[in-house]
C-alpha cells in the first residue's frame, strides 16, 4: 500500500508564529501538489513541485520538493487567521497525475 | 471560480432512492475524477475516466455508477445507498497530458444518506 504521511495533523497557533507541515512517502512522485481546503468547500490547489529541490515561493508559504522526490514541506512565515484551514498534499506516481494519493491532511487554526 | 462546478452541493437521500451527482468542467481538461472525502481519512479515488473512458475503479461498490457522456461532464449515479456513505464527495478534472499534471477540484457535493 502506497502511503503518504502528513505530520503534524493538528496544528494550532498564534498569529505572527512560523509553522512547517511535512509530507512523506516511501513512494517517488512525479510531481506533488499542495491544496488548502476550507470547510464546506473542494480542494484549492496551491501549488504543484515536479523537479527534486525545488523551491517555490507562494508570499508567506514556501514550497520544497526532497531531492529523491519522495518527500515534501511547507513552511508558512508569520501565519495569519486567513491561514486557517486544511492543508493537504497529494503525490502523482505516473506522469499523467491520474495516480494521485492524498495525506490525511493537517488542520491548522491561527488565532489572533 | 474554480472552472469545475457540482451541483447539487447538498444531497439527503434515503437508501431506497435514487439520485445523481453531476460535474461540469470549463478547463478544456480531457480527464475526470470522482474522490470520496470521509472525516478522519484521506482522500478516496473512485473513478478516472480518460478521453471520457473509464481507466481506473477503485474496487467502489456497484450501488455507485459513473458516467462520462463527454470530456466537459461527469455523473455519479446513487442508488440503494447505506448511511456510511455519507461523505463529501469532490469532482475533479486534469489536463492528463503534461508533466505536472495538476487536478482541479469542484465545491463538492455533500451527501447525507438517512
Known amino acids: 500500500t502506497q502511503l503518504l504521511e502528513q505530520s503534524p495533523q493538528f496544528l494550532s497557533i498564534q498569529e505572527g508564529e512560523n509553522l512547517t507541515v511535512y509530507c512523506n512517502s516511501s513512494s517517488v512522485f512525479s510531481s506533488l501538489q499542495w491544496y488548502r481546503q476550507e470547510p464546506g468547500e473542494g480542494p484549492v490547489l496551491l501549488v504543484t513541485?515536479?523537479?527534486?529541490?525545488e523551491v517555490k515561493k507562494l508570499k508567506r508559504l514556501t514550497f520544497q520538493f526532497g531531492d529523491a522526490r519522495k518527500d515534501s514541506s511547507l513552511h508558512i512565515t508569520a501565519a495569519q487567521p486567513g491561514d486557517t484551514g486544511l492543508y493537504l498534499c497529494?503525490?502523482?506516481?505516473?506522469?499523467?497525475?491520474?495516480?494521485?494519493?492524498f495525506g490525511k491532511g493537517t488542520t491548522l487554526s491561527v488565532s489572533s | 471560480e474554480t472552472g469545475v462546478t457540482q451541483t447539487p452541493r447538498h444531497l439527503v437521500m434515503g437508501m431506497t432512492n435514487k439520485k445523481s451527482l453531476k460535474c461540469e468542467q470549463h478547463?478544456?481538461?480531457?480527464?475526470m475524477y470522482w474522490y470520496k472525502q470521509s472525516a478522519k481519512k484521506p482522500l478516496e479515488l473512485m473513478f478516472v475516466?480518460?478521453?471520457?473512458?473509464?481507466?481506473e475503479n477503485n474496487s467502489v461498490p456497484s450501488r455507485f455508477s459513473p458516467e462520462c457522456p463527454n470530456s466537459s461532464h461527469l455523473f455519479l449515479h446513487l442508488h440503494t445507498l447505506q448511511p456510511e456513505d455519507s461523505a463529501l464527495y469532490l469532482c475533479?478534472?486534469?489536463?492528463?497530458?503534461?508533466?505536472?499534471?495538476?487536478?482541479?477540484f469542484g465545491e463538492g457535493s455533500w451527501l447525507t444518506v438517512v
Open positions: 478547463l478544456g481538461h480531457n480527464a
Open positions: 475533479a478534472s486534469s489536463d492528463g497530458q503534461t508533466s505536472g499534471n495538476t487536478i482541479y
Open positions: 475516466y480518460s478521453l471520457e473512458e473509464r481507466v
Open positions: 513541485v515536479v523537479t527534486g529541490g
Open positions: 497529494a503525490g502523482a506516481l505516473n506522469q499523467a497525475g491520474t495516480a494521485l494519493i
